[in-house]
């Protein structure tokens, strides 16, 4: 169970990489979906025998992560007609290097941490930290407010990992007020995002902080 | 002994099959019928009943160069086990002899390139000998996961690794090199985001061009000895991507030739959607290819 869970995390890694490294907002929209999907099915993949709350909690995630969020997010995209992210704070080429950086970092930082045993084998702990990470650097150095969104839910991701690691202990209504709120979160931004592109014509989040005559 | 016979046999007859299923699938993909999946035999047929034609500013090695090529790579194909048998020729560190098998056909196709002394084919010598220099790296690492997972230094038991339940552990640096082989499957084999087959008149070759003065058989060879060296590593990267055996030996045979046809199903269908990288774009791919190599490696060693 553990190998295959080992792998469904290094391809979640791997994704993270390529969310970073494209300019394309549609691909990173598809990355981020197909992630969530991946950690939908992780839960099943934890406890040894299934268990009601592992099934919903993973049904939740799919759900949302994977098909509702992703469309939204879509929709949002189609109305305010934009396709690329132009200009980065940090370079594409740079900033998947740095993701890159902190996945090393984070398996060494993993190692030292004192975890319990059970914990130690999987790569949940790295995998959650190299994720929230890259979520981190897309949200702080992107300038287009859909590409801060995808660097939210990369982050949230991250987060989702690390919850993984209690998934037996940790109560299903907790998780679920959890993906409650992100999906609020969503749809409140891809509402904002659509009155900026109204009163900007640009999604900008630069322009927001310039002051007007 | 029935084994290597059947080795032997789908490493001489198989490899053209497989460029025919290439062209078969991106046919598909664009609505065209396509040429006949056996398409390259009448190709190698044709061109050994012509002629040659050889430049008299050319020395023995342009005509030595595809004959050693094709040797170069049978010899690799031969150290190679397809699914879970054994190979015919087995020996500790063989994997060196074939990563410089594989090196060596590289060198003579690039020298007879050379030799021709035409601009236009040393442009494409470079090129194909800058890229190897960043695959190199990736194939020895995802050989150096093979070896410690296996523990030998012998290529059968190495590509065997996976199969033997070993891989229970190790499932996370399996998918990365198995990313990594793909991405120098594709690379080393001159296919599209690399390198396009199609073009012979581009400035963004590198296969092709390095053939253009060979003719008749001589090309032929060339061609076959392609067709073999996407075999042999298709073969490598089977061992990775599908570790079953049935236990019964025709079912392995049988299903060895379908994973195989899938591969190459597969690559057709990378080549059906997308676009060749610009040449300075390559070698990112190729970086690419080396660091998921060797953060497999890394992942083992943790």
């Known amino acids: 169970m553990h190998s295959l869970l080992n792998a469904l995390l290094v391809v979640v890694l791997a994704l993270n990489l390529f969310a970073l490294g494209t300019s394309r907002i549609i691909t990173v929209i598809k990355v981020v979906s197909l992630q969530g999907l991946l950690l939908g099915v992780m839960p099943l993949l934890i406890e040894e025998h299934l268990a009601l709350a592992a099934v919903s909690a993973s049904a939740a995630a799919i759900l949302l992560k994977g098909l509702v969020i992703p469309t939204m997010l879509l929709r949002a995209m189609r109305d305010v007609q934009i396709k690329r992210e132009m200009e980065p704070l940090i370079g594409f080429l740079p900033s998947m290097l740095l993701g890159a950086l902190a996945t090393g970092f984070a398996l060494l930082f993993a190692t030292a941490l004192p975890l319990a045993s059970e914990h130690t084998t999987p790569l949940l702990v790295p995998a959650a930290l190299a994720t929230i990470f890259a979520g981190f650097i897309l949200l702080t150095t992107r300038a287009k407010a859909i590409t801060q969104i995808m660097g939210y839910l990369v982050l949230e991701n991250g987060i989702y990992i690390f919850g993984m690691l209690l998934v037996g202990a940790m109560p299903l209504v907790v998780e679920l007020g959890a993906l409650l709120d992100l999906f609020v979160a969503i749809f409140v931004i891809c509402i904002m995002v659509n009155h900026i592109n109204q009163t900007f014509s640009s999604l900008d989040t630069r322009r927001l902080a310039a002051l007007k005559e | ?302």
């Open chain 2, 1 to 302: 002994m029935t084994n290597i016979f059947i080795h032997i046999a789908l490493l001489l007859i198989m490899p053209p099959l497989l460029l025919g299923v290439i062209n078969k699938t991106k046919a598909l993909f664009a609505g065209r019928r396509g040429p006949p999946v056996l398409q390259l035999y009448y190709d190698l047929i044709k061109l050994a009943r012509k002629g040659v034609v050889i430049s008299q500013v050319t020395t023995w090695v342009f005509t030595a160069a595809p004959v050693i090529t094709l040797t170069a790579i049978m010899l690799a194909g031969l150290m190679v086990p397809m699914g879970p048998f054994q190979s015919p020729v087995a020996f500790t560190g063989d994997l060196i002899l074939f990563a410089y098998l594989l090196a060596l056909s590289r060198f003579f196709t690039t020298t007879a390139a050379l030799d021709t002394g035409s601009a236009f084919e040393g442009m494409g010598a470079a090129r194909e000998v800058t890229f190897a220099c960043l695959s190199e790296p990736a194939l020895f690492f995802a050989l150096l996961v093979l070896a410690k997972m296996s523990g030998s230094l012998v290529l059968t038991n190495m590509l065997h690794a996976p199969l033997a339940a070993g891989s229970q552990a190790s499932a996370a640096s399996l998918v990365l090199v198995a990313g990594g082989l793909f991405i120098l499957l594709l690379a080393e084999n001159s296919r599209i985001p690399v390198d396009d087959p199609n073009t012979h008149l581009e400035l963004t070759m590198i296969h092709e061009v390095m053939v253009l003065d060979h003719s008749g058989p001589l090309l032929g060879i060339i061609l076959y000895g392609a067709a073999v060296k996407l075999f042999v590593l298709s073969a490598v990267l089977l061992h990775i991507v599908f570790p079953f055996q049935s236990g019964s030996a025709l079912l392995d045979w049988s299903l060895f030739v379908l994973e195989m046809l899938l591969t190459a199903v597969a690559v057709g269908v990378v080549e059906s959607v997308m676009a060749r990288l610009q040449m300075r774009n390559v070698q990112h791919l190729l970086i690419a290819a080396i660091l998921l190599c060797g953060f497999g490696f890394v992942l083992l060693m943790r």
